[in-house]
């Protein structure tokens, strides 16, 4: 008798698998790099890869805070299989691709790589992201770019403290929250002392969350005598001597377990400035508005992972007598994920397309608007689909060895960083406050589909009725984001996704017909064509 037990997804291309991401890297002028894109998706659906991702997770970093002579070295070990990962992570690019080809198209590109590479484990994402998203800061300070930016942009995965001049490649972390206030940055205490020596201060304080402490230097906020500064703070000195950088224990975290995230308390370290002393928020800000897509790409892999998950498992477990994916009620589940994770994957590839053209006005504006309100919402969908596409899988998916107990530890943490739900809601409200060109280039972005889905064009006027309302905005940021993102993912998916999708995402997000939980779309007869879509060929 079978044991009715589905068998691994294992052994398929993630990149060939996924419609809409293919439909999107094309879209998004990002062709050029699908080889690319495609040699990632075949080596995620190895094997080999998926072990990496299960030991790197089952072994946690661990501290070292001394060698066995009692020196001072605060280094992190990892498991060999976090270097495997890394190593094809920095190999592809992954950390710094548009800074490599700055062509048009890149950062799309990138985007769609890092999502599907972020799809075997998403806890090596951090000093990944982290290292892509320095350059734009860094840049601030040319000189000091000048020195780093060579190091940055190579293909070498070089583990290990040493002077950066002796390196194949290094890699970026950052350090803004303190214990007494993450969100609220300008309450920091670590203070910047000058020295003779131009734009260098010595930093004293502690950092209470700083990930991946075995990176090679950091951004770093600090209170200089004119402010809140930012200042890139290296482990080791040019001389080779180490940084007053110590870590003083490694948090016990929910998910993210294969990355390291310390708290640290610096002595005097050795920082030098970026930017202009006093505008620290507005330099690492640069950082952030790249760290923040990320936040949105990883949701995107998240989602698309779990959802190839729960189609699979489906598509070959049996109950009363059918298969579960063609029972009416699991096809409902199954489609409304499905939804949920092209609207998401449409909308990421959208966005990182406007840093493709950062000079464009236009698109300036609605990058800034656009990139908060998915930040928030992605982030918070990612956590509902985990959970949703845990339970299509029954019992299993509560087993460690199914790959859905990781996906559903790692998906808060998206929305925690880079400004939790709340304060990306209210970023919303700040950049439609702050900059003229924000709220029209987003209608117009929405409104460019307009006259192809009557649903669609109700849900804009609706908006714009909203959005024109501005009483107890700061404790309706929620719902209005809310609204935001989905008028502009059923925007996206009327133009751009499959007929099928956007007919089901208008129906429920935007004209109602749905309840609270996935599986409670009206009934129709897509719902095969669209689990079709997304199911991942193994
Ligand atoms: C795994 C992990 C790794 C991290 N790595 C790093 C790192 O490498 N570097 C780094 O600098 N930080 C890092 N962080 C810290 C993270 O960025 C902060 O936890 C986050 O910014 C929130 O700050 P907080 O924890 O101090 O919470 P608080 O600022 O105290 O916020 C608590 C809650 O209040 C909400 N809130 C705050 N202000 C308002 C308001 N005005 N109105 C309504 N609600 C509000 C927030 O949205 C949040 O939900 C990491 C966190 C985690 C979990």
């Known amino acids: 008798m079978s044991s009715n037990q589905p068998p691994p997804l294992v052994g398929y291309n993630l990149y060939d698998a996924d419609a809409p991401l293919r439909e999107a890297l094309e879209r998004e002028g990002g062709s050029w790099a699908e080889a690319l894109v495609r040699e990632l998706g075949s080596l995620a659906g190895t094997e080999q890869a998926i072990v990496w991702g299960f030991q790197a997770n089952a072994n946690p970093p661990t501290l070292r805070t001394h060698d066995r002579f009692g020196n001072r070295i605060d280094e992190v070990e990892f498991h060999p299989s976090w270097h495997e990962l890394m190593k094809v992570a920095v190999g592809h690019g992954l950390h710094a691709l548009p800074w490599r080809e700055p062509r048009a198209g890149a950062h799309a590109a990138r985007a769609a790589a890092f999502y599907i590479w972020s799809q075997v484990e998403g806890g090596h994402g951090c000093p990944i992201s982290m290292t892509y998203a320095v350059i734009p800061a860094l840049r601030r300070a040319p000189k000091v770019a000048a020195i780093w930016e060579p190091l940055i942009t190579t293909l070498d995965y070089d583990f290990g403290l040493r002077p950066p001049a002796s390196k194949r490649g290094v890699l970026f972390g950052m350090a803004m929250t303190e214990k007494q206030g993450g969100s609220d940055v300008r309450a920091n205490t670590m203070s910047a002392a000058p020295t003779a020596e131009e734009g260098v201060h010595l930093l004293t304080g502690h950092k209470w969350f700083c990930s991946a402490p075995m990176c090679d230097a950091f951004l770093v906020l600090a209170q200089a005598p004119g402010g809140l500064s930012c200042y890139l703070l290296p482990r080791v000195l040019p001389d080779g001597t180490r940084n007053q950088f110590h870590i003083q224990r490694l948090k016990d975290k929910l998910g993210n377990r294969s990355n390291a995230s310390a708290e640290i308390e610096l002595q005097d370290a050795w920082a030098v400035m970026i930017g202009e002393e006093g505008r620290g928020v507005k330099t690492i800000m640069e950082m952030v508005n790249h760290t923040r897509l990320d936040c949105i790409i990883g949701s995107a892999s998240l989602m698309r992972q779990a959802v190839a998950q729960a189609i699979h498992h489906t598509a070959h477990r049996s109950a009363f007598g ?215 060929a193994a």
């Not at 959005?467 to 309706?476: F, I, P």
């Open 322 to 536: 059918k298969l579960l994916s063609e029972q009416p009620l699991m096809m409902n589940v199954l489609a409304d994920l499905a939804v949920e994770s092209e609207a998401t994957t449409v909308l990421m590839m959208r966005l990182a397309g406007t840093f493709d053209r950062a000079g464009d006005d236009a698109g300036a504006g609605f990058r800034r608007v656009g990139l908060a309100v998915a930040k928030y919402w992605t982030c918070k969908r990612a956590i509902g689909v985990a959970a949703e596409a845990l339970e299509c899988h029954g019992g299993n998916g509560y087993v460690e060895e199914s790959i859905l107990p990781r996906l559903y530890r790692e998906a808060p943490v998206n929305s925690l960083w880079e400004g939790s739900g709340n304060i990306n809601a209210l970023d919303v409200l700040r950049a439609m406050r702050k900059e003229p060109d924000a709220t029209p280039a987003f209608i117009a972005e929405v409104e460019s589909a307009r006259g192809a889905d009557p649903r669609l064009d109700r849900a804009v006027a609706e908006l714009k009725r909203t959005l024109g309302d501005h009483d107890q905005l700061e404790s309706r940021a929620r719902s209005l984001v809310e609204r935001m993102a989905m008028v502009l993912e059923g925007s996206l998916l009327v133009r751009y996704g499959d007929p099928a999708v956007a007919d089901l995402f208008c129906g429920s997000r935007l004209e109602g017909e749905w309840g609270h939980t996935f599986g409670s779309l009206r009934p129709s007869a897509k719902f095969a064509e669209v689990i079709e879509r997304h199911r991942p």
